[in-house]
DNA sequence: TGAGCTATCTTAGCGTCGTTCAGATAACAA
DNA sequence: TTGTTATCTGAACGACGCTAAGATAGCTCA
């Protein structure tokens, strides 16, 4: 029952409501969960009527895609942080892993709005290859500096490309009832990401040559 | 704009309207797609009105459970078929999850509610390792086959859940304009999906001691 | 200052949706 | 034949996405 942005400056009619309606989405969505987002209802926590937004996005889908970016700006950010905190190149593939999961995790009704977004489009919002801050040149790149031929491009873009489905399938299932004696075993959710890694290919471009 | 099961036996009011309407939306999520998808479109296509579907489901979320059920079986059965026609355990491993990937991309709304109702529910329908027949147990047992310890149930569960996460991930994102190029490069979408599974670590079981 | 312009926001409304409820209908049991 | 019960219909409610017409208020430039 808080009234957002709309108590802050406020240049003309509403303010920046474009800004508003993104952060109120989010803000609906992680606390009620994606079923629940309605246009409706984010110009309600917005303070405005239900025809507003539409001065800002062409429909509902144009504002879920400006949640799914912050979503991707918000992801990148956190596998750059676990590129830059690990200790070796080799490491740095598992912890981008438990990030990208952990980010899932925390985040489930953006994460979800991430990928139904790209699923329209049929495409990687960030452009991947396209984008050197995109997240897949982040993972890429760690490949190569683990050991990958930067020169074989194809065999480092599939690599990359099975480590990225990888970690999109644990994080799609990471909260399934069927893992959680998994989880209690191994002492932990990460701990358990951690071990599903392994026993994956992550590692595998180490072992390539 | 045909009439569905409506021409066929009719023991009294409708027939088995519940296995008309299980078919009418599993016609109509292939045809218009997972967001077209009324309960009222349902009861148009299955030729009854808007309110008799609730005499067969709780609410649409049951009825969509109940698309999703067959959905299961069908994958069940296509897994079932990879493993039996592999030429060796270890081809099996890749070809389940060929045979995985393929079923979601020529079923991708089936597909999408699938894992819609599996999220709801947060976890996998059909019980996994409480339910011998399901997908879970066909592609634990492979492992099995191919030289896996029986024994070592957890290390055995880990790379079950690793094959199956990577396999989900890629059914996902097989579609990604991104990837095009890696299938016209690789000959083919089969063959991109055959590439990144070498590349994980389905076969790392084979490898392990 | 003030007149006009334009972006912004509101009010009202359309068609559709999920769901409920009272009542009609038809198979079946006695 | 009468009653019981499962099945289906018609009408309705509130919420939704979205559109159109008009009100409002900040901005520009005389």
Redesign the pocket.
């Known amino acids: 029952m808080r009234d957002s942005q709309a108590a802050e400056a406020?240049?003309?009619?509403?303010?920046d409501?474009?800004r508003a309606l993104i952060d109120a989405a989010s803000r609906l969505l992680e606390a009620e969960g994606p079923s629940?987002?309605?246009?409706?209802?984010v110009?309600?926590e917005a303070?405005?009527?239900?025809?507003?937004p539409?001065?800002?996005f062409?429909?509902?889908?144009e504002l879920l895609e400006a949640v799914a970016g912050e979503g991707w700006t918000l992801l990148d950010g956190a596998i750059a942080k676990a590129r830059a905190e690990a200790a070796t190149p080799a490491d740095a593939l598992d912890e981008i892993g438990v990030a990208y999961v952990c980010f899932a995790r925390e985040n489930p009704a953006i994460y979800r709005v991430m990928y139904d977004t790209a699923r329209d489009k049929e495409a990687f919002p960030d452009g991947m290859e396209g984008n050197e801050d995109s997240a897949y040149c982040k993972v890429r790149d760690t490949f190569i500096d683990a050991g990958a031929n930067p020169n074989e491009v194809q065999e480092l873009e599939l690599s990359t490309t099975a480590a990225w489905c990888s970690a999109h399938g644990l994080a799609e299932m990471a909260n399934f009832k069927q893992f959680q004696h998994l989880k209690d075993a191994l002492g932990g959710e990460t701990a358990f990401f951690r071990a599903v890694f392994k026993r994956l290919g992550l590692a595998a471009i180490r072992a390539q040559d």
């Open positions: 406020r240049p003309y009619h509403h303010g409501l474009r629940a987002l309605s246009l409706r209802a110009a309600r303070g405005v009527s239900p025809a507003a539409y001065h800002h062409k429909d509902k889908g």
